[in-house]
């Protein structure tokens, strides 16, 4: 890892292993953009909060650059790689940078069958949205973030899973949460046929 790492707030949590599209528009993330492609380096994706920034992030590493625009936009396509902790941020460039600490998993291993139970409740709520989960390109070893990064869920949450240190605690954590949102999205999904399909949420 170099000593600075280029910063890309968003308001996103990027995980390991999950996508991430980005359109690269604002002339100083154009000028960090091109020095990452230029050096081959990752930047660090990390949520921008109403004060400052989430502890841990995510690099990204850029995967495509789907597109390259005459004003020097660009569509990119990135991937989650290391999850780290801020150690400092530095304001010296138009972009942030940031000394950062990767974050290694403790070595522990989920049970059978709390990956069952995470399995199951992924394909639930996919099945509501009408869509049909697709685990060939899950890694065993973080399957949390691949279920996590697939879903629309709420964003503190998706910081508070990133920041865990093992994959059975995010399982768990990621299970209790999705026992709790799924029975939530069918009683509101009755409530929109009860009320003629109309889809408004009052």
């Known amino acids: 890892m170099p000593s600075l790492i280029p910063l890309f707030p968003l308001d996103v949590v990027l995980f390991p292993g999950t996508p991430l599209p980005l359109h690269i528009f604002e002339p100083r993330y154009k000028e ?28 990204a ?10 004003d020097g936009r660009l569509d990119l396509v990135t991937v989650g790689r ?31 069958e709390e990956t069952s139970r995470a399995i199951q409740l992924h394909a639930e709520l996919l099945a509501i ?33 990133l920041a865990l240190r093992s994959e059975p ?8 949460y999705l026992e709790t949102l799924i029975p939530n999205l069918h009683r509101a999904a009755r409530a929109r046929e009860k009320s003629g399909g109309n889809g408004h949420v009052h």
Request: with cysteine; glycine share 6%.
């Open 129 to 161: 949205a009408g869509a049909t989960p697709d685990l060939s390109a899950a890694d065993p070893s973080a399957l949390s973030f691949y279920l996590a990064g697939s879903l629309p869920l709420d964003l503190d949450f998706k910081q508070k899973l």
């Open 32 to 59: 960090m953009i091109g020095e990452c492609l230029a050096r081959r380096q990752t930047f660090g994706v990390v949520r921008a909060l109403e004060q400052g920034l989430a502890e841990v992030g995510c690099t």
């Open 82 to 112: 290391q999850r780290f902790e801020l150690v400092s941020v530095n304001q010296d460039r138009s972009f942030l940078r940031a000394e950062i600490l990767s974050i290694a998993d403790d070595p522990v291993t989920p049970s059978q």
């Open 61 to 70: 590493e850029i995967m495509t650059v789907v597109k390259e625009y005459s």
């Open 169 to 176: 605690g995010r399982l768990s954590l990621l299970i209790t």
